[in-house]
């Protein structure tokens, strides 16, 4: 048998009158002896003990032979069992029907029914319940089913996509999204972190893979595209889990998704709670702080970073932290009222406060400060890089970062004017010769070398590349390595009156354009590995499309122009 489920199978003991009494410990051998009884009661006997008639009464369709009909009644009635009762069971009782393991029973046998092929027609029946597709949790036992009667061939094809790295790149149908669960589940290797993106980026994906986040202590979901959708049976499974860490960041969460989240976060194992950038208001405060201040609630980290809570949503935030219940030591924030601030610290245990990217006030910073060096204070972290007043602006906009274009790297078909903040497609110019400079592509990048959160706009005219690159990127010669969006080492946007695509790698992507503007914002947090390209118009950012990659190296603003009298201009 493949189970592997027995510590020990029994004690073999002496009574008073000398004779050996067997004593089952493991309360499965229970599942076995009613396995091998249905099986030798159908062979010997003729008799389907699970449909409690004779062998030649047919309840599945007439070409069943009744040794298929006794199977897929066993797996029928497993599946019906929500609490598992079955399960073990089943796999016996399949397990049995190996010649291998016939043989060992022979004794006990006067017939056997079973053939190859009555294997063969059970294991496709097993594989058509697990594509109709049963809760998850129900599939498990279907795989281990498959292994009782060494078949592999699911199991197989999705180590083959994890082996040649491409698991990501295909789309999987619901078998093989259970697979892959049975796969990471039954892994020899201990699953401390699960990182979603290794896999997937969808909400599909995290829906199918719930059940190992559950069984993991640290589930990285950050950037995966995540929406309010999932929130409700997000907060489900954390309940029921054993999660430490939950890194949600970069997902259009809302409030309306922490909402639905905090029931799940009160009742959770959770000692840290990650949710940057999930375009979170002052409205979901009050879901947040009822959750720090909850007795049950274990959270000592909690990351809000580069959301635009506002001095309201920290007033209702700072009732949590407040909480003789509150056991937050790490706290990061981007919006924040010091006052409220300051009066919740002086009763709380937090440890590290993080207000970096705010514009606290030198007032504010005095207050916070005071607390920092009071000795019966606990706070001893206080973290305020990057303030100032124009970190008030609410989006991407409090990361501004005002750009010169680099001369050096121009083509010297392109004209640079306003102190080197616009250029344009225009005659030859006399630049002198430098390594660093465009000489086939009308491109030319920026002075800066970017890491952190940064954000720009620009305004263009005719056709225009916008985006970014390594330092690294060729310059010379009219291949790809030379071209922006065309290579590995660039990311950017393609503009035209007609369309916008998204280039990297030669790869392109369309991108939807809700309103007509020729004015692009560019956000980067480069950490996070995130690009995001929005459409300006009146001052309102509207999101066309975010890349998610990973950063190894500062990139630089970069811009082609594909047109004669083309132009962008750095505003």
């Known amino acids: 048998m ?21 004593c089952f410990v493991h309360l499965s051998i229970q599942e076995f002896f009613a396995a091998l009884y249905v099986h030798l009661m159908f062979n010997n006997d ?18 069943d032979s009744s040794e298929l009909i006794l199977y897929k009644e066993a797996v029928e009635k497993a599946l019906r069992c929500e609490n598992g009762h079955y399960d073990i069971f089943l796999r016996f009782l399949l397990g049995l029907s190996l010649e291998s393991n016939q043989t060992l029973l022979k004794p006990l046998m006067t017939s056997n029914r079973t053939n190859q092929k009555t294997r063969t027609e059970i294991i496709k029946h097993i594989k058509e319940r697990i594509r109709a597709s049963p809760s998850p ?4 036992n279907l795989f ?33 999204w259970a697979t892959l669960v049975f796969v990471l589940l039954t892994s020899e290797e201990e699953l401390s972190v699960f990182q979603l993106s290794n ?3 969808s909400e599909e994906g995290l829906l199918r893979l719930l059940p190992v986040v559950k069984n993991a202590r640290e589930a990285n979901l950050n950037a995966c595209n995540l929406t309010v959708t999932c929130c409700e049976v997000l907060a489900n499974g954390i309940s029921s889990s054993q999660l430490r860490e939950l890194d949600l960041g970069n997902n259009n969460l809302t409030d309306a998704g922490i909402i639905k989240l905090s029931g799940g976060l ?35 980290l909690l990351d809000l970073s580069d959301n635009d809570l506002l001095d309201v949503g920290v007033k209702k935030l700072s009732g949590g932290l407040a909480s003789p219940h509150c056991k937050l030591e790490i706290l990061k924030l981007k919006e924040e009222s010091c006052i409220f601030l300051a009066s ?4 709380s245990i937090l440890r590290e406060l993080d207000l970096s990217y705010n514009h606290p006030g030198s007032s504010g910073l005095d207050l916070l400060c005071a607390l920092r060096d009071d000795p019966q204070c606990s706070l001893q972290k206080l973290s305020v890089e990057q303030c100032g007043e124009s970190r008030i602006q609410p989006g991407p906009k409090k990361y501004t970062k005002k750009l010169t274009l680099d001369p050096n790297t121009a083509h010297r078909d392109l004209s640079l004017s306003e102190e080197n903040r616009k250029a344009t497609r225009w005659t030859k110019q006399p630049y002198p010769d430098h390594p660093e400079r465009f000489d086939f592509w009308t491109q030319v990048l920026c002075e800066e070398g970017l890491t952190g959160r940064c954000y720009w706009e620009t305004e263009w005219n005719g056709r225009a590349f916008i985006g970014v690159a390594y330092r690294r990127m060729c310059r010379k010669g009219k291949d790809h390595d030379s071209w922006l969006g065309k290579n590995e080492s660039s990311w950017g946007l393609n503009c035209n009156k007609d369309s916008y695509k998204i280039w990297h790698n030669g790869m392109d992507t369309a991108v939807t354009i809700p309103t007509s503007s020729n004015k692009v914002g560019v956000y980067l947090d480069w950490s996070s590995g995130k690009l995001s390209f929005f459409m300006v118009s009146c001052g309102a950012l509207t999101l066309l499309h975010t890349v998610h990659t990973t950063f190894t190296e500062p990139v630089y603003p970069g811009f082609r122009l594909g047109w004669v009298d083309s132009t962008v201009y750095l505003c």
């Open 46 to 63: 003729n008799f389907n003990v699970l449909t409690k008639k004779p062998s030649s009464t047919r309840r599945f369709p007439f070409r």
């Open 344 to 347: 919740a610290l002086n009763s």
């Open 144 to 176: 281990h089913c498959l292994n009782e009667l060494n078949d592999r061939s699911l199991v197989d094809e999705i180590q083959n996509y994890l082996g040649s790295g491409s698991l990501n790149k295909v789309k999987l149908s619901p078998a093989q």
């Open 2 to 22: 493949f189970s592997g489920i027995y510590t020990q199978i029994f004690n073999e003991e002496l009574t008073v009158c000398k004779e050996k009494m067997f």
């Open 266 to 300: 009160k009742n959770s194992k959770l000692e840290a709670l990650r949710l940057r950038s999930c375009n979170l208001t002052g409205h979901s405060s009050d879901a947040l702080a009822s959750v720090i201040s909850s007795e049950s609630c274990l959270m000592k």
């Open 137 to 140: 949790d129900r599939c498990l």
């Open 199 to 201: 896999y997937t980026r």
